[in-house]
């Protein structure tokens, strides 16, 4: 298959999406087989159905030595636009991981739950179940609108209460409309034989595409790392309009600089009715115009950062045939902290409660899934999914929060946490994610230890620093956005970067190449001394690598590590 305009060779998932009926290759029948896994296209095909087939990769390399088969299982991801679920959806998920998965429920950095470890025999089951509950994994991966974030704090305003419906709104409007989903998954032949795309087409968008929402306020989304970013502007409780920024996106290889991390660059402000309509057309654009060649081009960023953001203010104003003003000017973007209590605006409460990389799970100890499924049972409160791998439940009158203290307390699910803990993103990395060349999650929390451990020897602890760490570059937890992100580079060792800003406005940028693990915290030392007598004033951490530079900065960690540091 050629590409009209440029008979360049199409990718290989372009022509798998293209022959797939619209997403139903040979799933249905793939399913029905003795096997523990699928074939390579429907492998793709699946994940525009919300699952990854993954294996155990601890296991995988001894399996192989002894000549058996890798240990398969299946990842899910839901779609839950803003987080949002009510008592009841939380209740019935959390069954359906002890029923089906790994018994962990795990919150991603895009406000959905995933389950781990799903066997191809229980995969229907569980996606048939989750439907159940109104919830769809429909379009929670592949090349189309993922999940739409937004604020997670149920705080009970017009504005904030606009960011919900808007994100729910925008995720229901781009879920895919072939009926593949339901024929495979949920009700066999009953369903009608409906396969159309209207706005995507036969071969659906050229990569995966996101979408954010927030007020300039409050970006504890990150929301500038979306394909569109969203500012929704108001005043005086009344929505004036948004701002849209296009081009987010953080995936990139190693020592290959023709891949980048990029921001959303602001192209227009729009007057309300108007959101709809502009965000068909940029997804259109980047539709048609979007590198369908090489999956590692094709995001939407690229095209931004040829083309220009003038360009798709032309394109969207002449298809629209409106001219919009630029967009508003937006002085600090701000994050807000929304742990703990905090009431919601009209008389009730709601707590947000830190999930170390939002993994819901019972270890000997802390109980986080048992002392959850408690509280929601018991008080059935609205259950929100943050950005930042936490949880928020709302809508507990006064009386109930001692209660539910003493079960978080009885359960050891501790609110009062460091500054790095608080803000220490990790993504699942190994030994589930297929991608991962170093471990995160696994180490994040010994990892944080060793770091607030540095930082109260250095009187530092009060200093607010955001660390994400992922097992490769492709930005999962958000690593580049963060005044520290750690990447995984090679088995055992990461890059380094610093100079990020606390509220997700800008970049960092890589001062080491490779560390090993057990040296990271020593080079981080020396960047904590190097701070500690250099700041001036109030300066964070991230304002101040960034102002001093990424050489000076590799220096200083030289000047302990020598030649084990590059
Ligand atoms: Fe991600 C791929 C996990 C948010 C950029 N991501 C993957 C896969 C599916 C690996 C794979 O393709 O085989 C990972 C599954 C691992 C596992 O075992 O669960 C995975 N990504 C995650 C989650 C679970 C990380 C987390 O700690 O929560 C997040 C799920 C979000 C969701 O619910 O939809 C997750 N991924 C992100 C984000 C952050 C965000 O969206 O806010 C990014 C950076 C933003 C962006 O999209 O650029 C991100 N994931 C990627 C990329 C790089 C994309 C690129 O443009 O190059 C890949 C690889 C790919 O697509 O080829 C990837
Ligand atoms: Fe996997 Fe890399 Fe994403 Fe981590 S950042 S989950 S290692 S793809």
Partial sequence: MKKNMSSTILSKVEQVKNDS??????????LQNSKSFFEENEIQLLKFHGTYQQFDRDTATELKQKGLEKEFSFMIRTRIPGGILDYNQYIELDSLANQFSNSSLRITTRQTFQFHGVL????????????????TTYGA??????????????????????????????????????????????????????????????????????????????????????????????????????????????????????????????????????????????????????????????????????????????KIEKELKTNFDIPKKINNLKVIDHLGWHEQGDGKWYIGIFIPSGRIKDDKNIKIKSGLRDIIKTFKPSVILSTDQNIFLGDIQEKNKDLINKILKKNLIVNEITKINRWFLACPALPTCGLALAEAERV????????????????????????????????????????????????NHYALYTGGDFEGSRLNRKIVDKVSYENLVLALEQLFIFFKKNKINKEGFGDFCNRVGTDIQFEKIKEILNDKVQ
């Fill in 120 to 135: 191809k025999k229980n995969l229907k089951k569980t996606i048939s179940n989750i439907s159940k509950m109104l919830i």
């Fill in 141 to 314: 991966c592949g090349d189309v609108v993922r999940n739409v974030t937004t604020i997670a704090a149920p705080i009970k305003d017009i504005i904030h209460e606009k960011l919900r419906k808007d994100a729910e709104k925008i995720s229901s409007n781009f879920v895919p409309k072939s009926t593949s989903y339901g024929q495979i998954w949920i009700n066999g032949e009953k369903y009608e034989y409906k396969k159309k795309e209207p706005l995507y087409g036969k071969c659906y968008l050229p990569r995966k595409f996101k979408i954010g929402i927030t007020i300039p306020e409050d970006n504890s989304v990150d929301v500038l790392t979306n394909d569109i970013a969203i500012f929704l502007i108001h005043k005086n409780s009344k929505v004036l309009g948004y701002n849209i920024a296009i081009g987010g996106g953080l995936g990139m290889t190693h020592n290959k600089p023709e891949t980048f991390p990029y921001l959303a660059k602001p192209v227009l402000f729009c007057k309300p009715d108007y959101l709809e309509n502009i965000l068909e057309e940029i997804i259109k654009i980047q539709r048609d115009f979007g590198d369908r060649t090489n999956r590692k081009h094709a995001r939407l960023k690229y095209l931004v950062e040829e083309k220009g953001t003038d360009w798709f203010k032309k």
């Fill in 21 to 30: 009926d619209y997403l139903a290759g040979k799933i249905a029948s793939q």
């Fill in 444 to 491: 994040r929390d010994s990892l944080v230890n060793k770091i607030d451990k540095i930082l109260l020897k250095h009187n530092l602890s009060d200093e607010k620093i955001s660390i994400r760490i992922t097992g490769c570059p492709n930005g999962c937890a958000r690593p580049y956005a963060g005044d520290i992100g750690i990447i995984g580079r090679t088995p």
